[in-house]
Antibody, heavy 117, light 112 residues
Framework: QVQLQESGPGLVKPSGTLSLTCAVS?????????WTWIRQSPGKGLEWIGE???????NYNPSLKSRVTILVDKSENQFSLKMTSMTAADTAVYYC??????????WGQGTLVIVSS | QSALTQPPSASGSPGQSVTISCTGT?????????VSWYQQHPGKAPKLIIY???ERPSGVPDRFSGSKSGNTASLTVSGLQAEDEADYYC????????????FGTGTKVTVL
């Protein structure tokens, strides 16, 4: 049973940078899956942010690509999300998840990020 | 990439069936058999219940089934139970020049 755990600050200032980490356990992050970030704005639906493979290959949502960087740290068995130029519209619950058969089978519990001064 | 279109709400009595539609385009739902469905209870993370249009992960009851015709995918919940009351989201892989995934607008299922 794979567990994913997001961590990071819950409050980001406007124009600031969001940094989140997702720890994966048990098992190796290098086991052949793509690892994903997804967010859900209050009262809105889900939005795919991007994904990373253990090799470092990434895919990003075209609408967010200019502001997003996803990295993998194989030594810590975790991957991370950086999103710059944050605005109130980026306030959301951020989830990390595992991509399996073009679906997302394991999810973290989610972390609420509020963009406010 | 625009969100896939789902009805805002659906309902049924215990034991009945409810079907939720998910309409996309020829670039997403219509192009690939990579539609998945998620169940989300309040305050919880989404749970995968259908992948690759009509396959169920281990542990998901066979009351949940999926299908697709053209640009529209569907989720049917048969034999509705109280615990099926939740939000349901579809998702589709979007290929082409960039790998992308798009989610549906979500449907609130109420068990009457």
């Amino acid at each position: 049973q794979v567990q994913l755990q997001e961590s990071g600050p819950g409050l980001v200032k406007p124009s600031g940078t969001l940094s989140l980490t997702c720890a994966v356990s048990p098992g190796s992050i290098s086991n052949g899956h793509w690892w994903t970030w997804i967010r859900q704005s209050p009262g809105k639906g889900l939005e795919w942010i991007g994904e990373i493979f253990h090799s470092g290959s990434t895919n990003y949502n075209p609408s967010l690509k200019s502001r997003v960087t996803i990295l993998v740290d194989k030594s810590e068995n975790q991957f991370s999300l950086k999103m710059t130029s944050m605005t109130a519209a980026d306030t959301a619950v951020y989830y990390c998840a595992r991509n399996w058969n073009w679906g997302f089978d394991y999810w973290g519990q989610g972390t609420l990020v509020i963009v406010s001064s | 990439q625009s969100a896939l279109t789902q009805p805002p709400s659906a309902s049924g009595s215990p034991g009945q069936s409810v079907t939720i539609s998910c309409t996309g385009t020829s670039s997403d739902v219509g192009a690939y058999n990579y539609v998945s469905w998620y169940q989300q209870h309040p305050g919880k993370a989404p749970k995968l219940i259908i992948y690759k249009v009509n396959e169920r992960p281990s542990g998901v009851p066979d009351r949940f089934s999926g299908s697709k015709s053209g640009n529209t995918a569907s989720l049917t919940v048969s034999g509705l139970q109280a615990e099926d009351e939740a939000d349901y989201y579809c998702s589709s892989f979007v290929g082409g020049n960039n790998v992308d995934y798009v989610f549906g607008t979500g449907t609130k299922v109420t068990v009457l």
